[in-house]
């Protein structure tokens, strides 16, 4: 079983940078899970926002390339969301995510979300 748990929303001015945090439990979750970013606004669909395999690759919705980063601590548990530059349009819910597929069958987990706010 994988819990994760996000934290570090708040609001914060446009040009301002936020970080956010998944504690994970489970076992060297980060060896076999794509750890991800996802987020949604009001009225809207839930969208990728960053993600970073098993392998360390990473993958970046168009719209945040360039400010935002995800990163790793195997030690901790821990996946972060570096976000820079914000605009009021990154302004959402932001979920970690969890995902693997085994043996045909995906295996997904949500946190609880916390929201970001950019406004002046």
């Known amino acids: 079983q994988v819990e994760l748990v996000e934290s570090g929303g708040g609001l914060v001015q446009p040009g301002g940078s936020l970080r956010l945090s998944c504690a994970a439990t489970?076992?060297?979750?980060?060896?076999?899970?794509?750890m991800g970013w996802y987020r949604q606004a009001p009225g809207k669909q839930r969208d990728m926002v960053a993600t970073i395999t098993p392998g360390g690759s990473t993958n970046y919705a168009g719209s945040v390339k360039g400010r935002f980063t995800i990163s790793r601590d195997t030690a901790e548990n821990t996946v972060y969301l570096q976000m820079n530059s914000l605009k009021p349009e990154d302004t959402a819910v932001y979920y970690c995510?969890?995902?693997?597929?085994?043996?045909?069958?995906?295996?997904?987990?949500w946190g609880q979300g916390t929201q970001v706010t950019v406004s002046s």
């Open positions: 995510n969890a995902n693997r597929r085994y043996s045909h069958t995906d295996y997904s987990y």
């Open positions: 489970g076992r060297s979750i980060f060896s076999f899970y794509t």
